[in-house]
């Protein structure tokens, strides 16, 4: 610099300086899903599934990109040690990819980088899958009037059936009560309808097994012994009990 009375200063250092115009700039994969077919249970869009090998995961990425699938272990938005899930190459013209990965229990934060000219992306956003494996246990099962009740694990779907020969399942021949099953509800409970009014009069051995959102069977509940016959509407809740339709 050069002060007001003209003397001149030193030469600065060097300032170096980087610029970015030809860089190439490589954007992460987006649309990460679960195959519908490894999507088991209750909903096939819902990414929650008993299934733990074998998943196949799709996306978009860039042709003759490199994709990385990784485990978020930690939430960091970063692939690190032990994380990845494997690689594939991106050979459509449209990017779509997709790759088989296994992954333990759990709810996991699957996440997707790519890499093309030896740049490698952001990471993407993450897809949470839920691995369920553990069958619930047997739902209670009990009756109210003319409908049956109990409680069963939340978000569960419930199945009644008449135990025809009492042998403790349900048999091809043993329809569903009612033609339908039951949700149970956020805090814990269940009831059928009145579904009761369109058994015949007699003995019924009813049961229930449940179904959760990851598509693991529970076993099936113990017996409901029932005695139905044509009165006044109205409930004897002794055991076994007895309804009045």
């Given at each position: 610099q050069t002060d007001v009375a003209g003397n001149v200063s030193q030469t600065s250092h060097a300032l170096t300086l980087v610029t970015t115009r030809n860089a190439t700039v490589v954007v992460a994969p987006t649309s990460l899903d679960l195959a519908a077919n490894d999507d088991s249970g209750l909903s096939s869009?819902?990414?929650?599934?008993?299934?733990?090998?074998?998943?196949?995961?799709?996306?978009?990425g860039t042709k003759d990109a490199k994709v990385t699938l990784f485990n978020?272990?930690?939430?960091?938005?970063?692939?690190?040690?032990?994380?990845?899930?494997?690689?594939?190459?991106?050979?459509?013209?449209?990017?779509?990819?997709?790759?088989?990965i296994s992954i333990p229990s759990g709810t996991h934060a699957i996440r997707a980088?790519?890499?093309?000219?030896?740049?490698?992306?952001?990471?993407?956003?993450?897809?949470l899958i839920t691995v369920d494996t553990t069958a619930p246990s047997a739902p209670s099962l009990g009756s109210s009037s003319l409908t049956l009740v109990g409680m069963g694990e939340v978000g569960a779907m419930v199945t009644l059936f008449e135990d025809l020969n009492s042998n403790g399942k349900k048999d091809s021949n043993e329809k569903i009560l009612g033609g339908t099953t039951c949700l149970v509800s956020g805090n814990g409970s269940w009831a059928s309808g009145h579904v009761l009014?369109?058994?015949?009069?007699?003995?019924h051995a009813m049961r229930a097994f449940?179904?959760?959102?990851?598509?693991?069977?529970s076993p099936v509940s113990g017996v409901l012994s029932?005695?139905?016959?044509?009165?006044?509407?109205?409930?004897?809740?002794?055991?076994?009990?007895?309804i009045f339709v």
């Open positions: 869009s819902d990414n929650i599934t008993k299934t733990s090998r074998g998943l196949t995961i799709s996306g978009i978020d272990k930690n939430s960091n938005n970063q692939m690190d040690k032990d994380e990845s899930l494997g690689s594939v190459e991106v050979h459509s013209a449209t990017g779509q990819w997709n790759k088989e980088v790519q890499t093309s000219h030896q740049v490698v992306s952001v990471a993407s956003d993450a897809l009014s369109t058994l015949k009069s007699g003995k449940q179904t959760d959102r990851a598509g693991n069977v029932l005695s139905i016959a044509a009165a006044s509407k109205r409930v004897d809740l002794s055991s076994p009990a007895t």
